[in-house]
């Protein structure tokens, strides 16, 4: 049984930066592909990044773009999510997810979920 566990969240003043980690526990992390996802304070759940399994394709959602990096460590069996030049609106509560197919940016597609790291900017 796959499980996700967050971590490396923390508060933060705007422009800097933080590493989150997603570590897959029950299967190697190349067998799902690992999307990250946020949720703001009074707001819905919303794609953040993802990484094809496969090719290693990656796609950011158009408020990260050029601030924000996914990456895989196998030796580590994690995705990890590097986050620069970080703003008050990129506070929020960050999961990572897994799924096996579907629309990588639907919530349905992903049949397991992390509890989620806190990040909070301070302006």
């Not at 029950?26 to 794609?47: H, L, M, N, Q």
């Not at 919530?107 to 509890?115: K, R």
């Amino acid at each position: 049984q796959v499980q996700l566990e967050e971590s490396g969240g923390g508060l933060v003043q705007a422009g800097g930066s933080l590493r989150l980690s997603c570590l897959v526990s029950g299967r190697i992390v190349s067998a799902y592909d690992i999307t990250w996802f946020r949720r703001a304070p009074g707001k819905e759940r919303e794609f953040v990044a993802h990484m094809d399994r496969i090719y290693g394709v990656t796609t950011y959602a158009d408020s990260v773009k050029d601030r924000f990096t996914i990456s895989r460590d196998s030796a580590k069996n994690t995705m990890n999510l590097h986050m620069a030049s970080l703003k008050p609106e990129d506070t929020a509560v960050y999961y990572c997810a897994a799924r096996n197919s579907g629309d990588y940016r639907s919530l349905s597609s992903y049949f397991v979920w992390g509890q989620g790291t806190q990040v909070t900017v301070s302006s």
